[in-house]
């Protein structure tokens, strides 16, 4: 076994009929730019009733069609915020949670820890987060996961992942293993993935091969180390 394969990130997903939501983050392989995708799926109908919209350089989940949201609390949220050089980008509402502690010049990890898992027995959806700082023309970043530690939600375990970046090399967490009742929650540390230098390849290579039924929304970025300059790439199945 070799722990450190890079895969492409059409290879990890394809044929996987449901890995929920997921981050990618990473640096292209010609160590040009700061890269981190976003996306959404879903099963039920108030699950597939959203879109990405973007305000002002954040990124929102939005209802695709009102009248038909049932539950708004924990589909419609902020998905990417900036304060400075830090860019966050989460699966729910600690996005905000995230921000308003950084901006009060406090940590990722401190913001965390008044967070955990979702509501939404029995599958207690994992909280999945990510945060690079940029510096001095290059980055950092950082990934989490607050899980259920037990089938009954009985309290919550929190994985904190902390990365230099590397030319080529990305790390890819998700919500779920694969579809399931209920739904099994993803394991072990961040997944090694590879990251092109062009935007569009990498879009394409994800949005591809997730899972035709039950894929929703993408969000890509690429920021360029050397000038800040964002390039960016919004799909919505729903249009």
Request: negative net charge; hydrophobic residues 35%; aromatic residues 12%.
């Amino acid at each position: 076994m070799d722990i450190y394969k890079v895969t492409g990130i059409g290879e990890l997903i394809k044929g996987n009929p449901y890995v929920g939501r997921g981050i990618v983050i990473g640096k292209s392989a010609d160590g040009k730019n700061a890269v981190f995708a976003y996306f959404i799926m879903g099963r039920s109908e108030n699950s597939r009733n959203r879109i990405f919209t973007k305000k002002d350089g954040a990124i929102f989940t939005e209802p695709f069609d009102a009248s038909k949201v049932k539950d708004p609390s924990l589909i419609i949220y902020a998905a990417v915020r900036q304060f400075e050089n830090n860019v966050i980008v989460t699966n729910g509402d600690q996005t905000d949670t995230i921000y308003d502690f950084v901006k009060e010049g406090k940590c990722f990890n401190k913001a965390l820890r008044t967070r955990e898992f979702e509501p939404d027995a029995p599958n207690f959806t994992p909280r999945i987060s990510g945060m690079l700082t940029l510096e001095d023309k290059d980055f950092r970043y950082k990934m989490s996961i607050l899980k259920s530690i037990d089938a009954e939600g009985s309290d919550c375990a929190r994985y904190t992942f902390d990365y230099p970046s590397k030319a080529g090399l990305g790390h890819f967490i998700h919500t779920y293993v694969t579809d399931g009742n209920p739904i099994p929650t993803f394991q072990g540390e961040p997944e090694r993935v590879c990251i092109p230098d062009d935007i569009d390849e990498f879009t394409n290579d994800l949005w591809a091969n997730l899972n035709e039924d039950n894929k929703i929304s993408l969000y890509v970025r690429y920021i360029d180390l050397e000038t800040g300059e964002e390039t960016d790439r919004m799909i919505n199945k729903n249009k």
